[in-house]
Antibody, heavy 121, light 106 residues
Framework: QVTLRESGPALVKPTQTLTLTCTFS??????????VSWVRQPPGKALEWLAR???????HYSASLKTRLTISKDTSRNQVVLTMTNMDPEDTATYYC?????????????WGRGILVTVSS | DIQLTQSPASLSASVGDRVTITCRTR??????LQWYQQKPGQAPELLIY???SLQSGVPSRFSGRGSETDFTLTISSLQPEDSATYYC?????????FGQGTKLEI
């Protein structure tokens, strides 16, 4: 059974760094073609793709946010970590992690429930 | 990043209607296009992958077509539970992107 769960702070202050952890089970990120991505959704707005980490430690970032994002993985602990620097109130959103399975690494078949992060002083 | 443009932004339809949502890109993405359904307060759910393949467990009234720059999601006979927002997503580039969503009211 595949599950993903996001964890991290519900509230951060402007200019702080956000660290989110995606803990998953039911698959291994060392499997060829497996990827985990982060997607966010501001309240009432559309989904926004943020970043992806691949089984071979390949990393990909949204062009508009790449200077603020870092994604990493701990395969032994089944975790993917996303950090976002210099948080702003406009970064208030529900943050999701999702799995992209092999072979094509194209679609998201399992998602976490999401974590709402509010940026406010 | 590859931009996806969905239309319409919203629509209202009745039970039993056939509806089509469109997703367009400015550059060819072959068939690397997915469709998701999202209901309020829930994570998105995969409906269609690689333009036309139906995800396991998804009702057959959902179908996808298209290639290159023009794609459609069709719901053949609307059910009350289809009220949701629908998103397209491209995976031609390793930097994935989503469309802006289409809100369907029934």
């Amino acid at each position: 059974q595949v599950t993903l769960r996001e964890s991290g702070p519900a509230l951060v202050k402007p200019t702080q760094t956000l660290t989110l952890t995606c803990t998953f089970s039911g698959f291994s990120l060392s499997t060829s073609g497996m990827c985990v991505s982060w997607v966010r959704q501001p309240p009432g707005k559309a989904l926004e793709w943020l970043a992806r980490i691949d089984w071979d430690d390949g990393k990909h970032y949204s062009a508009s946010l790449k200077t603020r994002l870092t994604i990493s993985k701990d395969t032994s602990r089944n975790q993917v970590v996303l950090t976002m620097t210099n948080m702003d109130p406009e970064d208030t959103a529900t943050y999701y992690c999702a799995r992209t399975p092999p072979p094509s690494s194209s679609w998201y078949d399992f998602w976490g429930r999401g974590i709402l992060v509010t940026v406010s002083s | 990043d590859i931009q996806l443009t969905q239309s319409p932004a919203s629509l209202s339809a009745s039970v039993g209607d056939r509806v089509t949502i469109t997703c367009r890109t400015r550059q060819s993405i072959s068939v690397y296009l997915q469709w998701y359904q999202q209901k309020p307060g829930q994570a998105p759910e995969l409906l269609i992958y690689l333009a036309s393949s139906l995800q396991s467990g998804v009702p057959s009234r959902f179908s996808g077509r298209g290639s290159e720059t023009d794609f459609t999601l069709t719901i053949s006979s609307l059910q009350p539970e289809d009220s949701a927002t629908y998103y397209c997503q491209q995976s031609f580039s390793p930097v994935h992107t989503f469309g802006q969503g289409t809100k369907l009211e029934i």
